[in-house]
């Protein structure tokens, strides 16, 4: 889809900021929300979070927003750096992309991505969030960084494939809806 370096950068915008948002959901509400309520003796999530002064991150309490900016940062340098270049060339290794069903390359690509992504992001997020306030133990954090990646990856996987990366392609092909009818009306003179 995208085409040049500006459109990738915007591609990875677009997807990091709804799944960063995704992974904050679910990482606080589904995965942690019940312990949250129930340390904090509170009756919804939002409420619990609120009594204990934020999320713990880095050994203190930060707001929801800071800790969605400092994902976000994260996220978003490492699926340029790393996620975007490297699940191309993974699916390419596996597919021809000239002969592929473009649906197919392109879910192999989303595949490669939640490979690359997941267990890098889970990864930060056992050092952000780990409890620094009992000392610091390597196996501990390791431990941590395999209980997130077996927590996240099958959300990864099927939310990327059936949710984000399907909205986010829309909102691209309206974003660039000019340049993708012009590469369409270009396409029959090249071929």
């Not at 392109?106 to 620094?132: G, N």
Request: charge should be positive; hydrophobic fraction near 55%; proline fraction near 5%.
């Amino acid at each position: 889809m995208p085409r040049n370096q500006f459109q990738r950068m915007v591609f990875a915008f677009l997807t990091v900021l709804v799944t960063v948002h995704a992974y904050v959901f679910y990482s606080l509400y589904v995965v942690n929300g019940s312990a949250l309520m129930e340390a904090n003796n509170a009756t919804s999530v939002l409420e619990a979070i609120n009594k204990q002064g934020g999320v713990m991150m880095f050994g203190q309490y930060l707001p929801i927003w800071a800790v969605i900016l400092i994902e976000f940062c994260f996220a978003y340098l490492l699926e340029v750096v790393m996620g975007s270049p490297c699940s191309f060339k993974l699916a390419a290794k596996a597919f021809n992309i000239k002969t592929t069903d473009p649906m197919m390359f392109e879910t192999a690509v989303i595949s490669a991505t939640v490979a690359l992504m997941c267990p890098a992001m889970s990864f930060i997020a056992a050092i952000m969030y780990y409890p620094y306030y009992m000392g610091f133990n390597v196996l501990t954090l390791l431990a941590n960084w395999v209980k997130l990646v077996c927590f996240n990856f099958p959300f990864a996987f099927f939310s990327q494939l059936f949710f984000i990366q399907p909205l986010i392609r829309t909102v691209f092909k309206l974003l660039f809806r000019k340049d993708l009818a012009r590469r369409k009306e270009q396409a029959p003179a090249n071929a």
